[in-house]
């Protein structure tokens, strides 16, 4: 029972990740994006054209268009994924209708402001949705099922993606405004991948000490974290040495650094940003059995 409830729980976090991170996506659109006449990849951008050329509504164009893709991404990625999908796919068009009637004093229509915020704000919206295990149909839905097929990251594969819907802009934009929208899938990209993998949140520590004793008193009793010790031997001196692995937040990073520089200033440290950390102490209870 206590598993089928953690699953549930699980699920129902993934479906708020994933409308938070729709809505996101849809206000960096309606505020940012086709204010500044930035056609930045995927529907929103074809959707963007249709409204220069045809004063299309937005929401329509891309819930019209993002059906035979969405059914796409249900042959392709699973029952599991599609739920997840058919929830940010008409989200986002659904909050894009809501906010379309924004005042135009909240909005930017300079497209240098609009790429740089437009494509941060589309990035944190598209890796909380990605979190999530969804996508927000269209071509990130494309994007989703390239990363599946060949290994890239969500964020190169959204780059390479929407990259084609830009440079097909030139022809009704012009090349100064696609240029910026390139500037938005670049940030974007790059945000979806620092939301995804919390970036530089933590650090790795390598210790190479012929103190491991010491050491590892001072990493359990000052920033109370793991270790692992892999005996080594040093390159120079050809003397057996132990090499000490933690992972630690950063400001216990830093206290740790402040110890090892006054009790220890003879061992060699490193510092490594460390992208993601999956196990006891972060994605898991610090110590086992622990319940609160």
């Not at 520590?205 to 005996?231: P, Q, S």
């Amino acid at each position: 029972m206590n598993k089928i409830t953690r699953n549930i729980n699980k699920t129902l976090l993934e479906y708020i990740y994933i409308i938070l991170g729709a809505t996101l996506v849809a206000l960096s659109y309606n505020i940012f994006l086709l204010p500044s006449k930035l056609a930045a990849g995927g529907i929103s951008g074809i959707s963007t054209i249709l409204f220069e050329l045809y004063e299309l509504s937005p929401a329509l164009t891309q819930t019209v268009i993002n059906l035979p893709i969405f059914i796409i991404g249900w042959l392709a990625l699973g029952r599991d994924f599609s739920g997840k999908t058919l929830v940010g796919t008409f989200w986002v068009p659904f909050v894009i209708w809501l906010s379309s009637e924004i005042p135009s004093s909240f909005t930017i229509s300079n497209p240098l402001l609009g790429a740089i915020y437009g494509g941060i704000i589309l990035g944190i919206g598209l890796g909380v949705v990605y979190k999530g295990n969804g996508s927000t149909g269209g071509t990130a839905a494309i994007a989703q099922i390239v990363k599946k097929f060949t290994g890239l990251s969500s964020g190169y594969s959204q780059l390479i993606v929407d990259g084609i819907v830009v440079i097909s802009s030139i022809i009704v934009f012009n090349l100064e405004l696609t240029l910026f929208a390139l500037i938005t899938i670049y940030i974007s990209s790059k945000t979806i991948d620092i939301v995804q993998l919390r970036t530089a949140s933590s650090k790795l520590i390598l210790i190479i000490t012929e103190e491991e004793e010491k050491i590892e008193t001072l990493i359990r009793e000052k920033i109370d974290r793991g270790l692992t010790k892999v005996r080594s031997v040093g390159g120079y001196t050809n003397r057996g040495k132990t090499m000490i692995l933690c992972v630690a937040e950063q400001q216990e990073a830093v206290r740790l650094k402040k110890e090892l520089l006054e009790e220890e200033p003879t061992s060699f440290v490193v510092f490594l940003n460390a992208s993601e950390i999956l196990g006891r102490g972060f994605t898991l209870d610090k110590y086992y059995g622990q319940k609160f």
